[in-house]
């Protein structure tokens, strides 16, 4: 997809009108990324997603992130030659994840396994800029064998030792699905990760840098990001939206959905955002990913169906500003994968874990704790009552 030329300077706003879940407030100054709601633009470190998405990899992306510019080569290898080294997690997060009950849910699976990872960190609680970027690289690479091995586990099968000639995305896969993924499915993944890696303050983000301004450990922080990123309103409808979408026969069952959720003023997973008023630009790739990769394996219809819903939303919602987010196709894709529905926010985690620890990064060094307030509305003038008087 041709890359947009985005242009202009990003001013701090002279007035600042603050909204229930903080909406309107700022943070912090950051160079990591910028999402754009009016226009649907989302850059990370200056690079806008749809060049990411067609030339750049997970590794890369994650480079990007990190430490603010493109790799040369051999920085690259050594980034992924480090990711590739700690793949492998020690045993015992393995025997804790086999533990768990198999209808748990993988993000409670894959928080407990990040917990776990931290307790066998000798230097988990070493606080400082240079010891956070080495365990931000380690949960990047580990986080996608832990996801891998809880998406086996929970299918009964043992996991699989991560194979050091994959890519991360191809060694992801291998990881989850037991067996070597094409090159077209390889790509497709490290698309859908380098689509979901950075997105602003969103809620599991901002709740990353929440806690870590406590100047806690970064696993602490991370296990907190994916408490957050695992709720329905955020990383959770990927896999809503498809549940919704498998229900759906045809392109008029697509329609009455709509007609019915509009009359119930029913929420529609995988619409919607906080920022964007405008179409989601990772859903413009995913979208078209989507349509290739269900084409591909004979689920052609499920794109339809998912193409129709779209249509009928913006024909509903479209002025209120509510269109597909990134979260309406990528479970179409990952379905049509083979991938378990309810693997796919862990997916996202695996993606996420990059933004996160960039952000976490980039904010400590002029650490200040967040200590938004409340309006307090409650009385003011009561007084003790004996227990045996009220
Ligand atoms: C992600 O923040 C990020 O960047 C998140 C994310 C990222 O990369 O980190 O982009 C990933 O979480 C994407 C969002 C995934 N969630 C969903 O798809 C769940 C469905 N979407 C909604 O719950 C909602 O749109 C939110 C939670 C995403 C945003 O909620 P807001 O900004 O708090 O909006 P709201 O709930 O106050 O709704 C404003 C209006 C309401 O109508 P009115 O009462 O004003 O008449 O818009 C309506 C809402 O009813 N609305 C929807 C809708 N989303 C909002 N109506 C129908 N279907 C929807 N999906």
Redesign the pocket.
């Known amino acids: 997809m041709a890359a947009p030329k985005y242009t202009g300077k990003i001013e701090w706003p002279t007035k600042i009108e603050l909204g229930r879940?903080l909406e309107g407030a700022i943070t912090n100054e950051t160079k990591i990324g910028y999402?754009d709601g009016e226009k649907g633009w989302l850059v990370y470190r200056g690079y806008n997603i749809f060049d990411l998405a067609e030339h750049s990899s997970f590794e890369e992306t994650s480079y990007l992130l990190l430490f603010g510019k493109l790799p040369k080569d051999d920085e690259l290898s050594d980034f992924k030659k480090k990711l590739v080294g700690y793949r492998k997690v020690p045993e015992v997060v393995i025997d804790v994840l086999k533990s768990i009950p198999k209808e748990v849910h993988p993000m409670s699976a894959l928080r407990t396994g990040v917990s776990v990872l931290g307790c066998f960190d000798r230097k988990a609680e070493e606080i400082t800029p240079k010891n956070d970027t080495e365990i931000g690289i380690k949960l990047i690479s580990q986080m996608a064998t832990i996801a891998g091995a809880i998406g086996r586990i929970r299918k009964g099968e043992p996991p699989i030792e991560p194979d050091p000639e994959l890519d991360h995305s191809a060694n992801f896969l291998y990881m989850m699905n037991g067996e070597k993924p094409d090159d077209f499915s390889a790509k497709v993944m490290d698309v859908s990760l380098i689509l979901?890696a950075d997105?602003?303050m969103?809620?599991?983000t901002f709740t990353c840098m929440v806690v870590n301004s406590s100047l806690t450990d970064l696993y602490s922080s991370v296990c907190a990001g994916i408490c957050s990123l695992k709720g329905?309103?955020?990383?959770g409808?990927n896999e809503r939206?498809l549940a919704f979408l498998l229900k759906l026969k045809d392109e008029e069952n697509a329609v009455r959905y709509v007609k019915d959720?509009v009359s119930q003023?029913k929420?529609?997973?995988?619409?919607?955002?906080?920022?964007y008023k405008a179409y989601d630009p990772r859903a413009k790739v995913l979208g078209q990913y989507s349509q290739k990769v269900t084409e591909m394996k004979g689920m052609g219809h499920l794109y339809k169906i998912a193409k129709k819903v779209e249509e009928e939303v913006i024909a509903a919602?479209g002025e209120?500003g509510?269109f597909p987010?990134?979260?309406f196709y990528s479970g179409t894709i990952y379905y049509a994968m083979g991938i378990d529905v309810l693997m796919f926010t862990p997916i996202f985690a695996v993606s996420r874990v990059s933004g996160w620890v960039a952000r976490v990064l980039e904010y400590l060094p002029e650490n200040r704790i967040f200590r938004p307030r409340a309006v307090y509305v409650g009385p003011l003038e009561e007084r003790y009552i004996p227990i045996d008087k009220r």
Not at 267 to 275: A, E, L, S, W
Request: glycine residues 16%.
């Open positions: 879940g999402v979901h997105h602003g969103n809620a599991s329905p309103l955020h990383g409808a939206a959720c003023k929420k529609i997973m995988g619409f919607g955002h906080r920022v919602y209120k509510i987010n990134v979260d």
